[in-house]
């Protein structure tokens, strides 16, 4: 995503720590941020450091959580890699996320300075760009598609949903690098009072709308869009199956709902504080020194509480359902228990496709 979708190294905008002043470049480049100067009320080390630490705990949780998924897909020998398509890529795109945190936790440390060179600033914002935007991409496409498969495409064959769900999954990972590469463009190492910082440097005579551009597209892409089609088509899917007397299903039920919560309670106070620093930076919020530091510890906070999401994904959509469950016990306690008979129970126990979409598959 764009700078301020970044754990916050990339403060470009920091309303009141600056007075009006040119930013020296490395390569001559210069922008002019123009704000008030207030003094050093907050605590902004320990702030930097408390999160750093929570950084570390998020990147370990999820890169463990997110590698069995993974694992799982490629080991998988009934279900296969095909099956669970959309959740592969969810999983290896937060992944990616994940896998940068350590350059982030580094930077924050160091005051959210940058000694790594413009090179790595580029692709390192790049990588975490495409693959937040793609983690929640593939969330919203996961939601249509078990709709979908429920409401109308009950009989198409399997053949054909793969071959579908694999365009989507390519479209999904080429829109998200497109939308990425703007922003990663103006990226650059920047000097000022002999600190070096990688932020976006835009063209100086459009700078206000490229920030604007930049930060409504986070909020936009990031939130607005997919969450109303992660919520509906979910809820259309709690419809279908509310109507079973079945009390597995009406589980499933349950697990639909938490897929919409916890979308909305890790996203919604980032996008919410990113909205405010957009409406601070251009003036539409009357500019304040306690404004500035609330904004700022907003913006830390709620993108580091944000990204707890790569961490719940595994959990939620996979080692909830059944599949997986089954697909752990015979990777991790029955791979060499053939004897026991117990693999065998296992795969007959298998629950089908329809029923990864909350339903059955004789709910038709």
């Known amino acids: 995503m764009n700078a301020v979708d970044l754990p916050p190294i990339f403060e470009f905008v920091e309303g009141g720590n600056l007075t009006e002043t040119n930013l020296t470049c490395s390569n001559g480049d210069c922008i002019t941020v123009d704000s008030l100067s207030c003094p050093n009320t907050l605590n902004k080390t320990a702030l930097l450091y408390t999160l750093s630490v929570f950084y570390i705990f998020i990147f370990m949780i999820g890169l463990v959580a997110n590698f069995v998924v993974v694992w799982m897909n490629f080991q998988a020998k009934t279900t296969g890699y095909e099956t669970h398509l959309y959740i592969f890529n969810l999983a290896v795109a937060d992944l990616c996320v994940l896998i940068t945190l350590p350059v982030w936790v580094v930077s924050l ?14 692709i390192t914002h790049l990588v975490f760009s495409i693959n937040l935007y793609g983690s929640i991409f593939f969330l919203a496409c996961m939601s249509v598609d078990r709709y979908l498969s429920v409401a109308y495409f009950t009989t198409s064959s399997n053949a054909k949903k793969k071959r579908i769900r694999r365009c989507i999954c390519i479209f999904v990972w080429l829109f998200a690098f497109f939308v990425s590469l703007p922003d990663t463009y103006y990226l650059k190492t920047i000097s000022t009072n002999n600190e070096t910082y990688c932020r976006p440097v835009y063209p100086e005579e459009s700078a206000r709308e490229w920030l604007a551009g930049m930060e409504l597209s986070s909020v936009l892409l990031g939130f607005i869009i997919p969450f109303p089609v992660i919520a509906v088509f979910y809820c259309l899917l709690a419809k279908a199956i509310s109507a079973s007397n079945d009390q597995e299903r009406k ?15 890790c996203w919604l106070p980032y996008h919410v504080a990113v909205f405010l620093d957009l409406l601070l930076a251009f003036h539409f919020i009357p500019f304040s020194c306690q404004m500035e530091n609330f904004l700022y510890t907003a913006l830390h906070v709620t993108q580091c509480f944000s990204l707890v999401h790569c961490c719940i994904n595994p959990i939620l959509y996979s080692f909830i359902n059944r599949n997986y469950k089954y697909e752990l016990m015979k990777a ?33």
């Open 109 to 122: 440390v160091q005051q959210s300075q940058w000694h790594l060179g413009e090179i790595t600033c580029k």
């Open 251 to 265: 589980s499933n039920g349950k697990v639909i709902f938490a897929y919409v919560v916890v979308f909305l309670v």
């Open 332 to 364: 991790f306690i029955f791979k060499y228990s053939a004897k026991t008979g117990l693999t065998k129970l296992i795969d007959t126990s298998r629950v089908s496709e329809m029923e990864y979409s909350a339903l059955d598959q004789n709910a038709k």
